[in-house]
T-cell receptor, first 113, second 114 residues
């Protein structure tokens, strides 16, 4: 199955700074999804980028996708303490049982006030 | 976006008992997934639940321990049977929706087994 691996494993920044997280994967995909998980809670869907898109924005989030390098990045601008969470990428193949998502360890982001 | 709810949100159970977790989606979906997240770990897929057929289990998970029901296109249950402290985890259901198969997750059920 397709699994994303996030990098770095942990990231600590000051409030107001930008945070960049990276994701690498190994197979061809239809799209890639980013999720946020606050401690002990469910996953919140942040953004989906299709394989034919290179960049996508949503509020303070900017996602890029480079299918030739099989990598994606998530940029959070002007970070806030409330952005403190774990972030996961999920490369997706939309075909039969391949719709299941396989998660890496995530990036633990800490935004210091 | 889809709205997925789970019941209960949390529970504390005794060793040897069973707990059934419910997952409700606000629209019809073909596939539903159940995941487990052990403390400090990432999510691991338990099984895929399709309406009208047996659930498909991932390696390391068996039907006797995690029986799943999928009576219709909006609902599924996962039972954690004969629980032990090692089953203490967050259990999450999810479902892909829309043309892009955006996958939404429920809020999770936090299970503690004493």
């Amino acid at each position: 199955s397709q699994q994303g691996e996030e990098d770095p494993q942990a990231l600590s920044i000051q409030e107001g700074e930008n945070a960049t997280m990276n994701c690498s994967y190994k197979t061809s995909i239809n799209n890639l999804q980013w999720y946020r998980q606050n401690s002990g809670r469910g996953l919140v869907h942040l953004i989906l980028i299709r394989s034919n898109e290179r960049e996508k924005h949503s509020g303070r989030l900017r996602v890029t996708l480079d299918t030739s390098k099989k990598s994606s990045s998530l940029l959070i601008t002007a970070s806030r303490a409330a952005d403190t969470a774990s972030y996961f990428c999920a490369p997706t193949i939309s075909s039969g049982s391949a719709r299941q998502l396989t998660f890496g360890s995530g990036t633990q982001l800490t935004v210091l006030p | 976006s889809a709205v997925i709810s789970q019941k209960p949100s949390r529970d504390i159970c005794q060793r040897g008992t069973s707990l059934t977790i419910q997952c409700q989606v606000d629209s019809q979906v073909t596939m539903m997934f159940w995941y487990r997240q052990q403390p400090g770990q990432s999510l691991t897929l338990i099984a895929t639940a399709n309406q009208g057929s047996e659930a498909t289990y991932e390696s390391g998970f068996v039907i006797d321990k995690f029986p799943i029901s999928r009576p219709n296109l909006t609902f599924s249950t996962l039972t954690v049977s004969n629980m032990s402290p090692e089953d203490s985890s967050i259990y999450l259901c999810s479902a892909p929706q829309g043309a892009t198969d955006t996958q939404y997750f429920g809020p999770g059920t936090r299970l503690t087994v004493l």
